[in-house]
């Protein structure tokens, strides 16, 4: 484990502070978060707590992947990996978690994930992440992923739920070798339903990315939830459901329609709003649905990684582990 701010840059050389703010700031913030950010009278941007970082990189080695560089810094932390499943046991699965107990504003957020060649990952998250109010500053989180030539990756955190006055931006972006997959989801509710309370957030906003290793494009999908500026419940957006939940996979292993057939035909079986497609460039398929509540979603999301499992890696999705 590293056990300094400081990490070499690749190739030797230079160094760079992990610390540093614009290692943890978004380059770029959209406007409907950015306008809404002021100088707390809490703790401010950058304070003990507030900057959280979590490198992790995986190799294969033998039979199975393992864990062979890992830095952590405070609220970011990991369990150690499990190796659970007996259909897949090299696979680690690997838990994100956070000291706190959600995302307060100011806090800045940087997760950085690189596979090595061959190698294959699951990751997810503790529990549902909960972004509490904010009312003079927003949250951001940064996820970068690299997964190299022949290896698979699975990122599948669980829901995330904006309380009312939240403002958050989350980036996502995945390099991918030619020949990898990734498997990368994303639910987020429309705030704490049992509470009755939908869409009384300032803002939700990510971008998803997955780019060449040469830095081309393959795909991105940003969403905007923004309910005091444009309709956030509109037949486009999340109409008037609670819960939205999406499903990317990237893969040249099977064909991009396959994949698409196989998530439209499980979805339909769900009694859920759904729909499946081809990404650009057949580097895949996505499928997002939607329903009332997290349990009918969550089950549903299972399904469909269960049948993505079955195409790409004839085995089927075991049941999560997170006591």
Excluded: N
């Amino acid at each position: 484990m590293y056990r300094s701010g400081l990490t070499d840059l690749p190739g030797g050389g230079a160094v760079i502070d992990r610390l540093a703010p614009e290692r943890y700031q978004p380059g770029r913030v959209p406007a409907a978060v950015l306008r809404r950010g002021s100088r707390p009278d809490t703790l401010p941007v950058g304070s003990p707590g507030k900057v959280g970082v979590l490198e992790l990189a995986f190799r294969r080695i033998g039979e199975r992947t393992e864990l062979t560089g890992h830095f952590q810094k405070a609220p970011l932390h990991i369990t150690r990996p499990h190796y659970y499943d007996p259909e897949l046991p090299g696979l680690p699965y690997v838990m994100l978690m956070m000291s706190g107990g959600g995302v307060l504003q100011g806090d800045r957020y940087r997760l950085d994930v690189t596979c090595g060649a061959g190698s294959a990952v699951h990751l997810t998250t503790q529990s549902a992440t909960r972004l509490y109010r904010m009312e003079q500053d927003y949250a951001t989180q940064l996820i970068d992923i690299e997964v190299g030539p022949g290896g698979y990756l699975e990122y599948l955190p669980d829901p995330t739920i904006p309380f009312g006055g939240a403002c958050f931006y989350q980036r996502l972006c995945v390099t991918l070798a030619p020949d990898a997959t990734a498997v990368l989801g994303e639910t987020v509710l429309a705030g704490r339903l049992a509470r009755g309370e939908r869409h009384a957030y300032q803002a939700y906003c990510t971008d998803v990315e997955v780019r060449d290793p040469d830095g081309g494009l393959v795909f991105a999908d940003p969403v905007r939830l923004v309910p005091g500026d444009d309709p956030v419940t509109g037949p486009a957006v999340m109409a008037g459901f609670g819960v939205m939940s999406t499903l990317y996979v990237v893969t040249g292993t099977r064909p991009a329609q396959e994949i698409a057939d196989a998530l439209h035909e499980v979805l339909a079986g769900t009694g859920l709003r759904a729909g499946a497609g081809v990404l650009p460039g057949d580097r895949g398929a996505w499928a997002r649905f939607f329903g009332d509540r997290s349990p009918e979603v969550q089950a549903a999301f299972h399904t469909a990684w269960d049948a993505v499992r079955r195409r790409l890696l004839g085995v089927p999705a075991p049941r999560p582990r997170k006591q």
